[in-house]
């Protein structure tokens, strides 16, 4: 005879069963859930790294005042030291983070493919590699040797600079860089480049009037710079500062506060002209390696 189970055992016994499934599911949630968290991370765009943590620390301030979100990591990168890397935004989904790079690699304002991997705590997971993007990557080679290519008379320093080897001059590879990305006057000009820093160097200045001679080939046009042209993203239809004030003729009114205009160069056709110092024109910093 089959044994009867009482109402009261059944309705127990149903309760147990629904504690122990709850029990299980909250389990396997909170699990699922510690999972996702391990898994939060954010993209940033290396922007730009220094030695000085003062130099970080002004470019930081400099983007966020043209309302950038922008923070800065230190970093030891083997072999080299220790550096200050400058990142831009901070983006849930990596193509969006590929998409805002793509905007600045289109003005100049990077000279690499530079997008990492954070997790929540801020730490580096990993560097996204150049191939989720439609530009073609460096050959692996260069990339790891890191040797600067000689280009006939220009050396490219790997670092947003190139140097003349036949005039000692380093200049900025970059003619639209971010931080000269719109024209200033004269003053404005030199006091950027007092302020620059790149590569390790702080004495940029504006070129003089003959150091633009050296790198103009007039048979040229847009731009009308000698060949192999070392530079990228140059500006053809604005003109260039140079440090070289022009000075009247005797037959002229002088100022007695000095020269009121200085020589600027188009790039288009590579004429040398003047302009006043109020007048605006864009930069590109220079030094000598002397």
């Known amino acids: 005879m089959a044994k009867l189970i009482s109402p009261r055992r059944t309705r127990k016994n149903t309760k147990i069963f629904k504690t122990v499934i709850f029990a299980i599911v909250s389990t396997v949630l909170i699990f699922a859930a510690a999972a996702d968290g391990a898994q939060q991370y954010y993209y940033s765009i290396h922007f730009s790294s220094f030695k000085n943590l003062?130099?970080?620390?002004?470019?930081?301030?400099?983007?966020?005042?043209?309302?950038k979100m922008v923070f800065w990591k230190k970093t030891d990168v083997p072999g080299k030291g220790l550096y200050y890397r400058v990142y831009l935004g901070r983006y849930d989904k990596i193509d969006d983070a590929v998409a805002f790079w793509e905007k600045l690699n289109k003005i100049g304002a990077v000279g690499y493919f530079g997008i990492h991997r954070f997790n929540e705590k801020g730490e580096l997971q990993n560097k996204i590699s150049s191939a989720k993007i439609s530009a073609p990557a460096k050959p692996q080679a260069e990339r790891a040797s890191q040797i600067p290519p000689v280009i006939s008379r220009f050396v490219d320093n790997m670092d947003g600079t190139v140097t003349d080897t036949t005039t000692n001059l380093m200049w900025i590879k970059n003619g639209w860089r971010l931080d000269f990305f719109s024209a200033a006057t004269w003053a404005e000009a030199k006091n950027k480049c007092e302020k620059f820093k790149l590569g390790g160097h702080s004495d940029w200045r504006l070129p003089t009037k003959e150091e633009w001679r050296s790198i103009i080939d007039s048979n040229k046009k847009n731009p009308a710079l000698v060949e192999p042209n070392?530079?990228?993203?140059?500006?053809?239809?604005?003109?260039?500062?140079?440090?070289?004030?022009?000075?009247?003729?005797?037959?002229?009114?002088?100022?007695?506060?000095?020269?009121?205009?200085?020589?600027?160069?188009?790039?288009?056709?590579?004429t040398i002209n003047h302009q006043k110092k109020s007048d605006r024109a864009f930069i590109l910093p220079v030094r000598s390696l002397n």
């Open 230 to 270: 070392p530079f990228e993203n140059i500006i053809g239809h604005m003109p260039y500062w140079t440090q070289t004030e022009f000075t009247y003729s005797s037959k002229h009114t002088k100022s007695k506060k000095g020269p009121l205009d200085t020589y600027t160069v188009l790039l288009y056709s590579g």
């Open 54 to 67: 003062e130099n970080a620390n002004r470019q930081v301030n400099s983007l966020q005042e043209k309302g």
